[in-house]
């Protein structure tokens, strides 16, 4: 979502989430955030593989990226 202004970050250890506190906790601090399930932020998806989730389980267990859903298609007016 534009805005966000998520941008990429090259450098080593930089948190490419800084600026979206609800989640930059999760890139930070993995191993020590185990009792909450991870939620995406409003109008983001965790895209894993060919699904895509507005929350994930506290126990899940996959490589997952957080991103964007842009759909393909259009309505044209009547």
Same mark, same amino acid.
Do not use: V
């Given at each position: 979502?534009?805005?966000?202004?998520?941008?990429e970050?090259?450098?080593?250890? +930089?948190?490419?989430?800084?600026?979206?506190r609800?989640?930059?906790?999760? /890139?930070?601090?993995?191993? @020590? *955030?185990?009792? =909450?399930?991870?939620?995406?932020?409003?109008?983001?998806?965790? +895209?894993?593989?060919?699904?895509a989730?507005?929350?994930?389980?506290?126990? /899940?267990?996959?490589?997952? @990226? *957080?991103?964007? =859903?842009?759909?393909s298609f259009?309505?044209?007016?009547k």
């Open positions: 979502r534009e805005g966000y202004g998520l941008h970050c090259a450098g080593k250890g +930089i948190n490419p989430f800084w600026e979206m609800e989640i930059s906790k999760y /890139w930070d601090f993995p191993m @020590t *955030i185990s009792d =909450i399930s991870l939620e995406a932020p409003e109008n983001l998806f965790w +895209i894993c593989g060919n699904i989730y507005t929350k994930l389980p506290q126990d /899940w267990t996959s490589s997952c @990226t *957080i991103g964007i =859903i842009k759909p259009f309505l044209l007016p």
